[in-house]
Nanobody
Framework: QAQLVESGGGLVQPGDSLRLSCVAS????????IGWFRQAPGKEREGVSF????????LYADSVKGRFTISRDNANNAVYLQMGSLKPEDTAVYYC???????????????????????WGQGTQVTVSS
């Protein structure tokens, strides 16, 4: 059964760092582009970051640019989200999702579109609070 599993969430203080992991099982992740999304209580799910299938290109939401870094290790079927300088507004459930690769220009325009993703993880909670 194809699935994605996130891990690495937790309770941290403002300014701290966390690294989220997304590991695939039942399918090979290196064919897919990967997006990280998050959903805070009472809010819609939003795109946080995106990485191309080979890892050469990345995208970030303005709210996390310069603080978060997405990377992937296709040999280990994993994608990571390194989060730094965390703020209370980063509190959310974080999800990874896999999408079939597209031309990069299309990805830039559509990476936040939830319906384009074929596989989703169950999410991992990140809470930033003092």
């Amino acid at each position: 059964q194809a699935q994605l599993v996130e891990s690495g969430g937790g309770l941290v203080q403002p300014g701290d760092s966390l690294r989220l992991s997304c590991v695939a099982s039942g399918f090979t992740l290196d064919y897919y582009a990967i997006g990280w999304f998050r959903q805070a209580p009472g809010k819609e799910r939003e795109g946080v970051s995106f990485i191309s299938s080979r890892g050469g290109s990345t995208l970030y939401a303005d709210s996390v640019k310069g603080r978060f870094t997405i990377s992937r290790d296709n040999a280990n079927n994993a994608v990571y989200l390194q989060m730094g300088s965390l703020k209370p507004e980063d509190t959310a459930v974080y999800y990874c999702a896999a999408a079939r690769p597209r031309d990069w220009i299309i990805s830039v325009l559509t990476w936040r579109r939830i319906r384009d993703y074929d596989y989703w993880g169950q999410g991992t909670q990140v809470t930033v609070s003092s």
